[in-house]
């Protein structure tokens, strides 16, 4: 033990100051609130566009619910499910329509999660997660992600000059 201790000390000399190099604060980037709504409200005037009444929530990048609308007709239980959408994208930092194949294994039957397409991460650059949009209430999973992806689009290239 009285050995080990000098080689100790000499790896903490020299380890040192690249471990004091590291931030201790780590910024992040956040959706504002007015942004989250500009999402949400595009969602669903997409899909009035198609007829189509719908819950949309949009999460921050932890999961947590940002904003919720759900249109004036549409079923209640669209709200949990847009919500676990968006939940589900953000925790996978994917669309959850890539994420069908995992539906029926052990994770995707984790409360909490739904792999069915209607969820999207939103993303600044093409790469740095700030939110998720979940889409439910379409016939179609495929037309819930449409809406989700019109929602971010009223906002992304404001969002990538952000940058």
Known sequence: MKKALPALVA???I???????????VPLQRL???SAVK?????IEECREKGIQIAVTVVDREGTVQVTLRDTIAAPITVPISKMKA????????ATSAMADRADTPIGRV???VMSA?????LVGG???????GVSGAPAGETDEECALAGIAEIQDDLDMAM
């Open 11 to 13: 790896a903490a000399s």
């Open 15 to 25: 380890c040192g100051p690249a471990i004091a190099d590291d931030p201790m604060v």
């Open 111 to 113: 409360e909490g999660l």
């Open 32 to 34: 504002s609130m007015d």
């Open 39 to 43: 999402i949400a409200q595009g969602a």
């Open 127 to 133: 790469s740095s997660l700030v939110a998720g949009v």
């Open 87 to 94: 939940f589900t994208a953000v925790n996978f930092n994917a």
């Open 118 to 122: 209607g969820g999207v991460p939103v």
